[in-house]
C-alpha cells in the first residue's frame, strides 16, 4: 500500500502564496502521472494541476493558470504545488494524488492513491 505524506497547508491572507508538499512511500514514483485535486465544502472535487511522470508535461485548471506552479522531485518521490496570488475561492482541502491513469486535467483516468488532504484556507 502507498502512503502518501502532505504538508504545507495552513492560513493565508488573499493575495499570499503556500507551497504544498506529497511524499510518496513507493519506488515505482517517478514512473507515475502525479497531481493535485482540491475540494472545497460543498462543492464537488476539481482538478487542480497534473504533472507526467518524468515532468516535462504538466496541465492546470483555468482557474489556476499564471498563479500555481506543479512540481516534482523523482529523486525525492516528492510532489509540489506553489500557490501564488491566492484568492478565497482557493480555499478549500487539497490532496495530493499519484497514479493517475489518464494524465490530462480534462480528461483525468482512474486514480489509484489518494492522500487524506491538506487544508488551504485563504481570508479577504
Known amino acids: 500500500q502507498v502512503q502518501l505524506v502532505e504538508s504545507g497547508g495552513g492560513s493565508v491572507q488573499a493575495g499570499g502564496s503556500l507551497r504544498l508538499s506529497c511524499t510518496a512511500s513507493?519506488?515505482?514514483?517517478?514512473?507515475?502521472?502525479v497531481g493535485w485535486f482540491r475540494q472545497a465544502p460543498g462543492k464537488k472535487r476539481e482538478g487542480v494541476a497534473l504533472i507526467a511522470p518524468g515532468g516535462d508535461n504538466t496541465d492546470y485548471a483555468d482557474s489556476v493558470k499564471g498563479r500555481f506552479t506543479i512540481s516534482r522531485d523523482n529523486a525525492k518521490n516528492t510532489l509540489y504545488l506553489q500557490m501564488n496570488s491566492l484568492k478565497p475561492e482557493d480555499t478549500a482541502m487539497y490532496h495530493c494524488?499519484?497514479?493517475?491513469?489518464?494524465?490530462?486535467?480534462?480528461?483525468?483516468?482512474?486514480?489509484?492513491?489518494w492522500g487524506q488532504g491538506t487544508q488551504v484556507t485563504v481570508s479577504s
Open positions: 513507493t519506488s515505482a514514483y517517478s514512473s507515475y502521472c
Open positions: 494524488a499519484v497514479d493517475i491513469r489518464a494524465c490530462g486535467i480534462r480528461s483525468v483516468g482512474h486514480i489509484n492513491y
